[in-house]
C-alpha cells in the first residue's frame, strides 16, 4: 500500500498554517500567529488577508523542511474552504490551488469545524463510532452526533453568540487585552467563581444562547462601577472566575442532555475553546463521574492549526472526495 502524503493549509482567520501528515500521523504542524492585531482589540479582516499573503509561502517551506520531504512526494493538498473570513481564506484556497495544478495532485477541501472534531484522531486513543462532540470555539458552538469520519449531525447550536466571542468580550468589558479567553482562564485560576452569579438562558433543546451572560456582566461592572470606581481592578479574579464558571456551566449542562439523549459513552471536545484549562477539568470530572470516556485533542491542535485540516484531507482522500479548481471559500 502507497503512503499518503497530504500537504494540508489553514487560514480561515488570522493564523496562517501549514502540515505535512503521512498516512495520517503528523510530520510538521506549523503555526504563523498574527500578533499584529493584539494593539486592535481584535482580528482586523483585511490586515489579516495581508499577513496571510506575507507568511503562507515561508510557512509551507518550513512544514516540508521539517517533515524532511519534498513536494514531489505528496498526493495532495487539502485547504480550509470556510467557514471563516472570506480574504483570509482566500489566500490559502489561492495557494492551494495553485500548488495543487502546478504538481498536478488533487485538491481536497475542509470544513473547518468538522476538522476541529476529527483533531480527536489525531490522538493515540481516537474515540469510537457514534461520539458526541462538543465543539467550542470564536465563532461556533454546537453539540455534534459524530457517525463516521464523514457523516455529521448537528443536534444544538448557538443561537446568538459563540462562546468563544462571549470569553473575549467578556474580557474586553473587563479591560483585558486581547485575545480575552485565555486572559479571563488565567485570572480565573486566582479567584472565586462563586463570588457572583451570572444567569444562564435555558433552552428546551440543545441550543446554547450567551448573549444574556454578556448583558448581564455588563451591567453588573456598570452599576458596581459607579458605586466603585475601582471595582473591576479590586475583584478581577473572581469576576473572571466566576463568569467563566457560569459560561463553563451552561456549556456542561447541554452536554449532559444530548449524553442522554444519544446514549453514546464517547464523549469528545473540540474547538479553539477546549483549550480552557478549567473547561478541559470539568469536562474531565463530568465524565468520570457518569462512567464516559473522555477525549480532547492535545492542546496543539485545539486552537486553529493545519493538522486537523491535514487529518479530514485524511480521510477524504480516503473515501475519494476530491475538489476541483471551481472551489470557493465560505464564510458561514
Not at 467578556?170 to 479591560?175: E, I
Request: glycine share 8%.
Amino acid at each position: 500500500m502507497k503512503n499518503i502524503t497530504i500537504l494540508a493549509i489553514e487560514s480561515s482567520c488570522d493564523d496562517t498554517a501549514a502540515a505535512i501528515l503521512r498516512n495520517g500521523k503528523v510530520l510538521a504542524n506549523i503555526v504563523s500567529s498574527q500578533l499584529d492585531h493584539e494593539k486592535y482589540g481584535g482580528v482586523i479582516p483585511e490586515l489579516a488577508s495581508r499577513l496571510h499573503q506575507q507568511n503562507i509561502v515561508r510557512v509551507v517551506q518550513a512544514a516540508l523542511q521539517k517533515a524532511e520531504i519534498s513536494k514531489e512526494e505528496l498526493n495532495a493538498v487539502a485547504f480550509t474552504q470556510g467557514p471563516g473570513l472570506i480574504g483570509a481564506l482566500l489566500v490559502g484556497i489561492s495557494f492551494a490551488k495553485a500548488f495543487a495544478l502546478g504538481l498536478g495532485i488533487p485538491l481536497i477541501t475542509v470544513h473547518h469545524m468538522q476538522a476541529h472534531i476529527l483533531a480527536n484522531f489525531l490522538s493515540e486513543t481516537p474515540p469510537q463510532f457514534p461520539f458526541l462532540c462538543l465543539t467550542v470555539s470564536g465563532g461556533h458552538t454546537q453539540l455534534v452526533l459524530v457517525k463516521d469520519f464523514v457523516e455529521m449531525e448537528i443536534l444544538g447550536q448557538t443561537i446568538d453568540d459563540a462562546v468563544g466571542e462571549a470569553f473575549d468580550k467578556g474580557a474586553k468589558m473587563l479591560g483585558l487585552p486581547y485575545p480575552g479567553g485565555p486572559m479571563v482562564d488565567k485570572w480565573a485560576k486566582q479567584g472565586n467563581s462563586q463570588a457572583f452569579r451570572f444567569p444562564d438562558a435555558e433552552t428546551n433543546t440543545f441550543d446554547f444562547s450567551f448573549s444574556g451572560i454578556k448583558t448581564s456582566l455588563l451591567y453588573l461592572i456598570q452599576k458596581s462601577s459607579k458605586e466603585n470606581p475601582n471595582f473591576v481592578a479590586e475583584n478581577m479574579a473572581d469576576l473572571c472566575a466566576s463568569y467563566q464558571a457560569q459560561l463553563i456551566k451552561m456549556l456542561l449542562s447541554r452536554l449532559k442532555k444530548a449524553v442522554k439523549y444519544t446514549k453514546v459513552k464517547d464523549i469528545a471536545i473540540a474547538g479553539g475553546v477546549s483549550a480552557n484549562s478549567e473547561l478541559r477539568t470539568r469536562f474531565v470530572a463530568l465524565c468520570e463521574e457518569n462512567g464516559w470516556k473522555a477525549h480532547i485533542p492535545a492542546f496543539e491542535f485545539c486552537t486553529d492549526n493545519a493538522a486537523m485540516i491535514g487529518i479530514a484531507g485524511h480521510y477524504k482522500y480516503l473515501a475519494g472526495d476530491f475538489a476541483d479548481m471551481m472551489a470557493v471559500p465560505f464564510t458561514r
